[in-house]
């Protein structure tokens, strides 16, 4: 009983003080997932807490289950517009980029640490996957708002890697120890395809119909409102443990039980995405104090050197190589390319995968494991540390979105596909500085009531909306950052070369007149019966591409999407333009254009 009581202070103490650590070390910019980490080691065998913890079978089966738990929430937290922005290239990242990365490690353990090739392509395998933990946290906890296919195509590939590296992993770890068939070459390959096509599809059929029977199950049973998240977890758990135990890929269905259920409407939305978000961070705290734990600082003194040379090998060539390949087809910028080899994060994964060849036996199994975890350490404190900085200079940075100042929402049954919001008005929000007489509200958005000191109407007040008036709507769930940024403070934002800047999305058919009437801007007389694409089309006289842009007042109308006659199918409008450009400096930016375009052709 005694030692019951020690191992749940411990256990209690060291997640308490390991996030008190992660919120003071935030200040310095650290990454948080390494001082979870550092705190592990700290508190073992080597650190100042002595505690001495080698069982590498626990160690697994805890990993398993908290990169279980991370990837449900990472999939219910993407969305089907990420999927469109970045499936195609996110599944080429996750299958070829991993196999590119985990060669040219390979080859570099081999020359380095003068292990076999197969040794060396399963270290490869070990650190290939970009984490989920680290980039979902990273992007996230930064409060980092990149392009939308960049952002996509980060979050989707570290949600659909770590089955592939999976599978190679544990194909490598049969190889290492148990050498190959005398098949020979031909019978290793076709076995190992098989298994490979096993686990994606029985990942992908587990994973597809699991989602739809959690689904269904949420939406059709009757529970109190905080049984409805613990029923969605335990059954995604469930769906998990079958695809493992059929030897599909477990990891992969789980991920896309959460995708299913996060896009489409169901009971206790709110519940499970916040009970969800808890045990998502829960489960990362303690996987990566128990990685912390399980190795022994004073034991990677002798491969620290090679282990480095390890580390930039993975992030300066092969990583970049990987996704310069596999992005080829897909005509992402070079910007987009770079930022996107540049934060391929290693976290727990990588340490998690490195514990099979110690349970398998396989040789220079310690040694692996010492390498994978520098490997991670410089991940973290390299490119975690630079995220910023590397968004700002690939330009692939959006200005963040206005957080409202107060936003209540409230969850409607099952089926009806909208939300009730209500708003505190803030007084730097748009809303409330330009006093409109129609509020823009998105297509399908309603006022329900406007509460103005204790006062309740349900029309909007002849002189707009003020500070601290209290607004509910009756909204569907993507109109949501839209109204955000209607009623939220406006901050001073940096302009970037994006068409994603805008405030609402119209379609090209919609009527100027109309349009100019609700968003205050100015049009001609005779430009009033104009559509919005016509409008366009007239001002620019010639033929729109994408990003394409007209001033009307103290707005912007910008083309968002063009269509096959290439006329603008989807209309931005920005109702915070920067000032009109000078002669001068227009002139400036276009020899910079040039100049950029001539630099390109000799590069290439």
Not at 41 to 70: C, H, K, N, P, W
Request: aromatic letters at 8%; glycine letters at 10%; charged letters at 15%.
């Amino acid at each position: 009983m005694e030692f019951a009581n020690h191992i749940i202070l411990i256990a209690a103490g060291l997640i308490t003080f390991s996030i008190f650590a992660g919120v003071l070390s935030s200040r310095i910019g650290a990454p948080l997932l390494l001082v979870f980490l550092a705190f592990g080691m700290l508190a073992g065998e080597d650190g100042l807490g002595g505690i001495q913890f080698q069982d590498f079978r626990v160690a697994y089966l805890t990993g398993s289950l908290a990169l279980a738990v991370i990837l449900f929430d990472g999939g219910l937290r993407t969305t089907r517009e990420q999927f469109r922005h970045a499936l195609s290239p996110a599944i080429v990242l996750a299958t070829v980029g991993v196999a590119v990365t985990a060669g040219i490690v390979g080859v570099a353990a081999h020359y380095l640490l003068g292990y076999n090739w197969v040794e060396g392509l399963l270290l490869g395998a070990i650190v290939g996957p970009t984490d989920a933990a680290a980039v979902f946290l990273l992007l996230h906890l930064r409060g980092l708002r990149l392009k939308p296919r960049v952002g996509s195509a980060l979050e989707v590939e570290s949600g659909l890697n770590d089955p592939m590296s999976i599978f190679m992993t544990l194909a490598l770890v049969g190889l290492a120890a148990h050498g190959f068939p005398k098949g020979g070459w031909g019978e290793t390959a076709l076995q190992l395809g098989l298994d490979f096509l096993w686990q994606m599809g029985g990942g992908l059929l587990f994973g597809l119909v699991g989602g739809q029977v959690v689904l269904r199950a949420v939406n059709r049973l009757k529970f109190s409102a905080g049984i409805y998240p613990i029923f969605a977890g335990a059954l995604a758990l469930v769906v998990f443990a079958a695809a493992q135990t059929v030897e599909a890929s477990g990891f992969l269905a789980i991920y896309l039980v959460g995708t299913t259920l996060g896009n489409n409407p169901h009971r206790a939305t709110a519940e499970i995405s916040r009970f969800s978000d808890g045990l998502s961070w829960l489960a990362q705290i303690c996987m990566f104090l128990m990685m912390g734990l399980l190795v022994t600082p004073s034991r990677l003194v002798g491969v620290l050197v090679p282990s480095l040379a390890i580390a930039a090998v993975l992030i300066l060539v092969a990583r970049p190589v990987a996704v310069f390949l596999s992005l080829a087809p897909f005509k992402y910028a070079r910007g987009e390319r770079s930022f996107i080899s540049w934060v391929g994060l290693r976290g727990a994964v990588p340490i998690f995968l490195g514990t099979i060849p110690v349970l398998e036996h396989v040789r220079h199994a310690q040694t692996i494991f010492s390498v994978a975890f520098v490997v991670v350490i410089a991940s973290l404190v390299v490119q975690g540390w630079t995220i910023s900085w590397a968004a700002k200079l690939t330009e692939v940075e959006l200005p963040p979105r206005p957080a409202a100042r107060a936003r209540v929402e409230l969850d409607l049954p099952a089926g009806v596909g909208q939300t009730v919001v209500a708003y505190t008005v803030d007084p730097m929000s748009l809303a409330a500085l330009r006093r409109m007489a129609r509020l823009p509200l998105p297509q399908g958005t309603e006022i329900i009531s406007i509460m103005r000191d204790g006062q309740v109407r349900n029309t909007l007040p002849s002189d707009g909306v003020r500070e601290g008036d209290i607004v509910m709507l009756l909204t569907e769930s993507d109109a949501l950052s839209q109204l955000d940024r209607l009623f939220a403070a406006r901050k001073a934002r940096a302009r970037v070369k994006d068409v994603g800047s805008v405030d609402f999305k119209l379609d090209g058919s919609a009527n100027a007149g109309s349009v100019a009437d609700m968003y205050g801007f100015l049009v001609t007389p005779h430009e009033r019966d104009h559509t919005l694409a016509s409008l366009m089309h007239a001002r620019l006289g010639r033929d729109i591409d994408e990003g394409a842009r007209i001033r009307a007042g103290t707005v912007e109308l910008v083309a968002l999407s063009i269509g096959e006659e290439g006329s603008p199918r989807r209309i931005g409008l920005d109702l915070d333009p920067p000032p009109p450009q000078s002669a001068a400096t227009r002139m400036r930016l276009r020899l910079a254009e040039i100049r950029n375009s001539v630099k390109d052709l000799f590069l290439s």
